[in-house]
């Protein structure tokens, strides 16, 4: 699926149970080469004195690793600028406040400073990294993000779930304007999985349970995750070349039931 030699920039590690992870692991394990990102000096250190204990020294000495703060114009300009040519790039980067964005509460909020960050960070960065990633894709590429049901509302998500809507629109917007390069655009759109980023939605599990009423297919909170990175390998590499502007659901099938699963639908034991 993905080309030997190829390289993609992974951007959004923030520990290896990360799907940025995942996925980076399964282009190298194809022949890729990964340029990791994290979002800043920080978040690389917390890494490597947190975040993967379970990697050898060598494993650890061997990623190529950068930093980028998205909502950092600067940053993303240097970033590109020191790739050289890539084949693709996956965005796998989201920021709601939970005090003020995520949670039980109305959507209204006082601090609206918050919801216009979590748009940047988790919807507009698209734009401003396929901007810059652009021109290091001279023989064209793939550019893939991950959502959440940009369509439904779910309990907690609040306005998380409204700038996913927002990705999923720019996602198509993207795929328009970058056509003519050869250029293609799509998301994920995952089921719930065990990640720091999930650890902040308040209630994730309770939200995480509702799958087990609404997916027809078993869905596993961890061991999914592979599941989620081959649907991304899919849309990064050789085998989607006619394949842009979409969103690919990788939830079990949780995206199209109506209502609930009645007992005698629910996957089996
Ligand atoms: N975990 C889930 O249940 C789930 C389901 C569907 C979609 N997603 C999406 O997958 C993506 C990755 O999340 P994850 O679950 O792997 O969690 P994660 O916490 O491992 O990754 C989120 C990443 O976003 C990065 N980030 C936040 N603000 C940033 C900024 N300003 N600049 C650069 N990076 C920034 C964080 O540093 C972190 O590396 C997110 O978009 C998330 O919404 C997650």
Redesign the pocket.
Known sequence: MIKKGSTYVV?????T????YATGKLVEEMGGNVIWT??NER?KKIFFDRGCKDLSVEEKDAMQFKY????IDEEVETLFNETGEIDGVLH????ANPKTCLGAEEMYTPASQDVLTGFH??AASLATVAHFAAPKMKNGGSIVT???EGSRPFPYYNWMGVNKAALEALVKALARNMGKDYIRVNAVS?G??T????SSIPSFNLLASTWEDISPLPWDTLEDKVEVANACVFLLGEYSKKITGQTLFVDGGANFIGGRLMDYEKPKK
């Open positions: 951007m959004g590690l923030l520990n149970d990360s799907i940025a994290a979002q978040m980028c703060d998205v909502t796998s980067i989201g920021y960070i988790s991950l959502s959440f995952a719930p999985l990640t720091k980023a999930a």
